[in-house]
């Protein structure tokens, strides 16, 4: 309801700080009673609040729920996650995210789900998504570049969620190329870009984003459990998703911003000082067979140079890199 919501942005503009009854109240244009009522009813939706006799409430913590509001409200974004979708359960985010991309969803919409039944990763790998614990989100974009150049889009991307997850958690995550923010030697996130373009350019550029917020170990299936790891297994905390997907919106717009005014250079900066994969020895698996050698860099479309074994310098498109040691 309005109420709510204005309720909601008093307390996101106090910052943390007590709101007191009377401007409650008069915010509202309730009786002192009626604001008492409506707090009630935050409480029963899962916030947590404070109420001290001559100074008011205040929240001290949300519940975890990314639906529209959550993330909405203490945004300071201008268009990036101004349109929500949001699903309780989906096959994927990408899915939906290409069909309201194909009727002219707006830059900026992004698409969540609390669960993914067919989530999925590049090359037609499959991304376990379970209910309530991750960040599962797709984000459409409608930038005029040229179709060689979107892959610049999910390192700036990973750049992004990694200065976001440092805000958020003091936590400092590394990126491994192309895709991958890890922790420990773990994955953390993964991303997966697509496209809708034709003869006439990109329409519209679809990211992906998987990442595991408050999964325990046990979430886990098996075989993930030595690979894969999440921001609660290693702050060992759990942390609010919606707070953290708005500092990865917030982050994103102003390096997106500062990629369609100066390109990629400023981006491709901050991705080698987060990157682990540089400068060492790695293998890449593409699907055409193996590359060793060191990885040298990336070359200013996003492409990642290895300096083989034999002194050629080879350019890798597309691969998944294991550090050789
Ligand atoms: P990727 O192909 O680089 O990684 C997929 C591989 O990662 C899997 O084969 C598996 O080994 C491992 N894996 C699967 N699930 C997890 C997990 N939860 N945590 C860590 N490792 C895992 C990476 O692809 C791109 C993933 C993008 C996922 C997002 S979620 C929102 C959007 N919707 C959708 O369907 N995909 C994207």
């Given amino acids: 309801s309005l109420i709510r919501k204005q ?16 401007i409650i109240s008069d915010l509202l244009g309730c009786s002192r009673t009626a604001v008492w009522k409506h707090i009630e ?8 609040l404070e109420a001290v006799r001559r100074k008011g409430y205040r929240i001290l913590s949300k519940p975890d729920s990314i639906s529209g509001d959550a993330v909405a409200i203490g945004l300071k ?19 939906i995210a290409h069909s309201f991309a194909a009727e002219g969803a707006p830059e900026g919409t992004v698409v969540f789900a609390e669960e993914q039944t067919e989530g ?13 614990t991750g960040i599962w989100m797709s984000m ?18 990973a750049v992004a ?12 995550p590394v990126i491994k190329w192309p895709n991958d923010i890890m922790m420990n030697g773990k994955k953390l996130v993964g991303i997966l870009t697509e496209l ?36 609660m297994i290693e702050k060992k905390e759990s942390i609010n998703r919606a707070l953290l997907i708005q500092h990865i919106l917030f982050r994103f717009e102003e390096l997106y911003e500062q990629y369609l005014q100066h390109g990629f250079s400023p981006v491709k900066l901050l991705w080698e000082a987060y990157a682990i994969s540089l400068n060492r020895q790695i293998i890449a698996r593409t699907l055409h067979g193996s590359v060793k050698g060191k990885a040298v860099g990336i070359d200013d479309d996003g492409v990642l140079l290895v300096h083989t074994y034999d002194g050629r310098i080879e350019k890798i498109y597309s691969a998944d890199i294991e550090i050789d040691c």
């Fill in 120 to 132: 999925r990763g590049r090359m037609s790998r499959s991304w376990h998504s379970p209910k309530g």
């Fill in 7 to 22: 309720l909601l942005e008093a307390f996101s503009e106090a910052e943390g700080n007590f709101v007191s009854g009377q």
């Fill in 140 to 157: 459409i974009l409608r930038p005029s570049i040229p179709v060689n150049k979107t892959p610049q889009l999910t390192l700036l991307t």
């Fill in 77 to 95: 974004t201008r268009y990036m996650g101004r349109q929500i979708v949001h699903e309780q359960s989906a096959g994927s985010t990408q899915k």
């Fill in 196 to 231: 809708q373009a034709e003869a006439d350019g990109v329409h519209s550029v679809i990211i992906g984003c998987g990442i595991n917020v408050n999964q325990q170990i046990n979430d886990f299936p098996e075989e993930l459990r030595n690979i894969a790891t999440s921001v």
């Fill in 161 to 172: 969620i990694v200065q976001a997850i440092e805000e958020v958690t003091g936590l400092h």
């Fill in 41 to 48: 009813d935050l409480r029963k939706e899962g916030y947590e």
